[in-house]
């Protein structure tokens, strides 16, 4: 009801600088509503979505947890002595995110998906909002996104091709570009390291290609690497899949709730305070 009378809400805040909508104010604003088991009714329609959703974002949660102990265990509790030592830049190539020309963003769809920075981050993969047409560094599906910029070192998962602005790096295996699992989990475990360059920049966190580049780190055999990419490809193609699922059924609560509502708008209910 109240994202649908937004402006409504809007209009009747006040204030010099910054619109303010008090408490007064808003107790005594006067709202269409429907009858009240009518209002149940839509509740039920739109509770038996959040329901499903709920459950799709728990399974993706622990899908994830499983990836994560699966990767703790085989690399790190039972690490090989005749493993190689090196730094990042060794196993993994870095991608340092451009941002394109500011007059080329766009949210109607025009060119490709444009993630700027960790606050288009969500549980594994960005929400889409921003496209540009003059695209200049890209990401392919599935490499692992790392945030440079404040807040530094948030670890997200690309779901589809896309530009990435200088608030972002993607980070790809450099023998086996497909070994996106692997990455993903290794980047995730790493977080803590990146987590120091938080403070680094003058006045916000940064991290630096360089800084990339001297991580220390474990490089496992090809073997193992093939084993644990194999098992966790299919946790994380399931929670590719549930997000998939969840988009679809965030539009569809959106879409609905509009009609819902908009129904019961040409309606002659009585007006009462919300």
Known sequence: LLKNNVDYL??????????????????????KLPPLEEQKEIAEILSSLDDKID?????NKTLEE?????????FIE??????????LEDEFKINMGQSPPGES?????????????????????????LYTSEPRKTAEKFDTLISVRAPVGEINMVI??????????????KTQPNRKSYTY????????????YQDSGTVFGSLTRNNFNFIKTVIPDEKAIANFEEMASKF?????????????????????????????????????PY
């Open 10 to 31: 809007i209009s009747q805040g006040e204030g010099t600088t910054f619109g303010e909508l008090s408490k007064s104010t808003l107790k005594e604003l006067k709202f």
């Open 55 to 59: 459950l799709l974002h728990r399974q």
């Open 66 to 74: 499983m990836a994560q102990t699966l990767f703790r265990q085989w």
């Open 78 to 87: 039972e690490a090989q002595d005749h493993w190689d030592e090196g730094n």
């Open 105 to 129: 963003y766009n949210e109607i769809c025009n060119g490709v998906v444009f993630f700027q920075g960790s606050a288009e981050f969500s549980f594994r993969f960005p929400t889409q909002r």
């Open 160 to 173: 589809d091709f896309c530009c990435i602005g200088r608030g972002l790096a993607s980070i790809v295996n």
């Open 185 to 196: 989990h290794k980047m995730k475990y790493l977080s803590k390291e990146f987590n120091i």
């Open 236 to 272: 994380d193609y399931k929670i590719y899949m549930n997000s998939l699922e969840i988009n679809l059924l965030n539009k569809f609560k959106e879409k609905s709730l509009n009609q819902l509502i908009n129904i019961g708008l040409t309606r002659d209910f009585r007006k009462e």
